[in-house]
């Protein structure tokens, strides 16, 4: 059970937009990634969080090198090494780590409240290869999540993408009052950033969607004309900000699209925020006049006052994670202990009532009230000697040494050694034994 929980992830802290991008898994492709992580590595159980800053792969149990096999898949995906951008937490730390991204402690923007949902979704997308310790973790972590928000004041004011990318635009316009905006994409992230363009008085023009139904939801909410994607491009020449939020696996947004609205929009910059991942935009963009493109690596600027402000609230959040990591971990490590310790006092109680029953066979002169007597001093013994062991062991496990113990127990013991049926009291070797062997 030593170094059973493990999460291998890499996020925006080490590894940059091109390689986030380049390692981010679609819904579709997260199944198939954690049956290779189940056959490769021997898990038990796993679950994959992937979202425009980070991917991670949660597992429980495994081979030796189980983090090595996981690292390799990841590294085949990546066509590099992927370890080198990454991280890799166990057991307790794993936990912890956990706890932090669903709280919003991790993120690029301290207390966002989106990753809130993404944490949920990955752990509902993945219970087809989850299980008790998993599905416990990430029931854990939402509730952890859920009491930083309303415990603690990280949350409050804290900036989405979304309204990050809004903020980042204003650098080129000062105010966006009366602006025009064009939005690709109807999903959780562009509906925020209609909602925070709103909110700085900007007109949405367009929203594009591949899908229309979609797009005219969002274009009768905020006052917009709902066009599909092939349909856009020449609503360009209209718009003062572009903002991409779109699913798609590639580019969709190519230099041939935006150059002819140029001619059109003579000199009026036109901004241009892409907030997905895998990015919406070619990079070739950034190159045409007057074009001015941003991508979630440049949000970090951006954000970075935000962060000051709220730091004063980490030890607060802190201490709660702390307090839940230690309450998840005693559970955890209590699933260890139990078994070993039912297992261990069995394998006494045989010992005990073998060589009492052998006992008993040369002392048949004894009275049923004196052989009863043996009987109890023999358990009240095996109490006592077993006793203090068993303290140790429950006390080991709330501190986070029982699962080496109990490797250690096992071992000591051979508790993973089957139980030949002959060792019963009665047996053919128990009827036999004497008191001069091993036990």
């Known amino acids: 059970m030593s170094g059973a929980l493990t999460v291998v992830g890499v996020s925006h ?40 800053n980070r991917t991670e792969i949660y597992f429980v149990g495994g081979v030796a090198d189980d983090a090595a096999v996981v690292w390799q ?44 949902g993404q944490v949920r979704t990955a752990w509902e997308d993945s ?35 979304s309204s990050a990318a809004v903020q980042l635009s204003k650098q080129i316009f000062g105010s966006l009052g009366g602006r025009r905006a064009m939005v690709l994409g109807a999903g959780d992230m562009a ?13 949405a023009a367009v929203i594009a969607n591949r899908t229309r139904d979609r797009a005219e939801h969002l274009a009768e909410r905020y006052g917009a004309t709902a066009l599909t994607l092939e349909e856009c491009w020449a609503a360009l020449a209209e718009v003062d900000l572009l903002i991409c939020s779109t699913a798609s696996p590639q580019p969709i947004v190519l230099a041939a699209h935006v150059r002819p609205a140029l001619a059109a929009r003579r000199d009026r910059p036109l901004c241009v925020l892409d907030i997905a991942l895998p990015r919406d935009v070619d990079p070739q963009v ?6 001015f493109l941003y991508d979630l690596d440049d949000l970090q600027a951006v954000v970075s006052s935000s962060l000051e402000r709220r730091k004063g609230e980490l030890p607060n959040a802190e201490r709660l994670i702390g307090e839940e990591t230690e309450r998840f971990w005693e559970w955890f490590a209590s699933l260890a202990v139990v078994p070993v310790l039912t297992r261990f006092r069995s394998e006494m109680e045989l010992v ?14 004894l009275t049923p009230e004196q052989q009863a007597a043996v009987e109890q001093l023999t358990r009240s013994l095996m109490n006592k000697f077993l006793h203090e062991p068993t303290v140790r062991m429950r006390a080991a496990a709330s501190n986070g040494r029982g699962l ?36």
């Open 13 to 52: 802290r080490g590894a940059p937009l091109s390689i986030r991008e380049r390692l981010h898994f679609r819904p579709s492709e997260l199944g198939p990634l954690l049956e290779q992580v189940r056959d490769r590595a021997g898990v038990v159980e796993c679950v994959a969080l992937s979202t425009c």
């Open 73 to 116: 898949l990841l590294s085949d995906r990546l066509g590099e090494d992927a370890s080198a951008y990454g991280y890799l937490h166990r057991d307790r730390e794993a936990g912890a780590h956990l706890f932090r991204v669903a709280s919003g402690l991790d993120s690029m923007i301290l207390g966002e409240a989106q990753i809130h």
């Open 127 to 161: 219970r087809e290869h989850s299980g008790v310790v998993l599905n416990r973790l990430f029931q854990t972590s939402l509730l952890v999540a859920g009491r930083v928000r309303s415990e603690t004041s990280v949350g409050r004011g804290a900036a989405s993408v």
């Open 191 to 203: 509906e925020l950033a209609l909602e925070c363009l709103a909110d700085e008085g900007v007109r």
């Open 286 to 291: 950034r190159e045409l006049e007057n074009v």
């Open 352 to 365: 005990r009532a073998r060589e009492t029953e052998q006992a008993l066979r040369k002392l048949s002169t």
């Open 404 to 439: 080496g113990i109990i490797d250690a127990v096992r071992y000591l013991f051979g508790l993973d050694e089957p139980r030949d049926a002959a060792d019963e009291p009665g047996g053919a070797r128990g009827s036999h034994h004497t008191t001069t062997g091993e036990h």
